[in-house]
């Protein structure tokens, strides 16, 4: 988990490799890149990307690729990214920026980057991980009635006897879609909760159902502590989950291995006592 936070300001990013391949999945806010994704890369020694995933097309999630792309000295394989219309977009403009989709696709062009559908996405197998769509829906095709949030690219990482699922900003109404109809597939002993955490996000049924002992919150320590997570807050705290949040934890490295064994190191170590 890239911490690709502000003050005041959430973003996703989450950095999955190993020998084999390298994947981005989102790349959090413009706002924040030159100082926390791009550094990140940088520290990391990270030059090429063979595929980004954005999971839907908000600011807080995608804005950040844009300053990959512009930044010649890093290289992306491939794109994955939603179809959406002016309209949709224009539908949230809370979340979606309209000149922020058509800079993505004409830098794109530009580097002769391809952007694919999730349509033609099931999954990534890289040797010893398997990263497999669980769900995407192109506009207009979700099962219930969603907004661009619940659209979201859900993902699950297959690795060496674990699994750890990537939400998106997951909402109640596909939440629920989910539970009652591919329970199966969201059982994972690491959680990416969903929608920064706040009250929106799926339901306490959801989170239950999923079972994660170890839970990753992309957002600033204010909208954590703040009425807007309460409740996902005291859920994680009822089931004893190790809950490491984007501000005060920074980055969080976890590491798994052949044997089983996994280690997470977070930048910072730092404990949140909300009142």
């Keep these: 988990m890239i911490d690709v936070t502000g003050p005041n300001l959430q973003g996703d990013a989450h950095l999955v490799r190993n020998d084999e391949r390298t994947i981005l999945i989102d790349g959090g806010p413009y706002e924040t890149a030159h100082d926390k994704l791009l550094p990140f890369l940088n520290r990391n020694s990270i030059r090429k990307i063979d595929t980004v995933l954005i999971t839907h097309p908000h600011f ?13 000295t890093f290289a992306i394989g ?6 959406i219309s002016r309209e949709r977009c224009a539908s949230e403009p809370w979340g979606c920026r309209w000149g922020q989709v058509t800079r993505l ?5 530009s580097k002769s980057i391809p952007i694919r559908s999730y349509t033609n996405f099931s999954g990534i197998d890289f040797g010893s991980a398997k990263l497999l769509k669980i769900v995407a829906f192109d506009e207009g095709e979700c099962p219930v009635e969603c907004d661009i949030n619940d659209e979201s690219l859900i993902a699950r990482l297959d690795v060496y006897g674990h699994r750890v699922l990537f939400t998106g900003d997951l909402n109640h109404n596909l939440g629920e879609w989910l539970l009652h109809n591919r ?5 994972a002993e690491f959680l990416k909760v969903p929608h920064h955490g ?24 204010a909208f954590w502590c703040w009425d807007r997570a309460k409740r996902v807050r005291s859920f994680l705290t009822e089931t004893e989950a190790e ?13 798994f291995k052949p044997d089983g064994t996994f280690s997470i190191e977070p930048r910072r170590r730092s404990t949140i006592a909300c009142r």
């Excluded at 999630?61 to 010649?72: C, N, P, Q």
């Excluded at 329970?183 to 059982?187: A, F, M, W, Y």
């Design 78 to 83: 491939e794109i994955y990214f939603h179809t």
């Design 198 to 221: 706040s009250e929106k996000t799926a339901s306490n049924q959801f989170i239950g159902a999923v079972g994660a002992r170890y839970a990753f919150v992309p957002t600033p320590t």
């Design 60 to 72: 807080d999630h995608m804005g950040g690729i844009l300053a990959v792309l512009e930044d010649a």
């Design 105 to 109: 696709k004409e830098l794109a062009a």
């Design 183 to 187: 329970v199966g597939d969201i059982r």
């Design 243 to 255: 809950v490491y949040v984007s501000e005060p934890n920074g980055d969080v490295l976890t590491t």
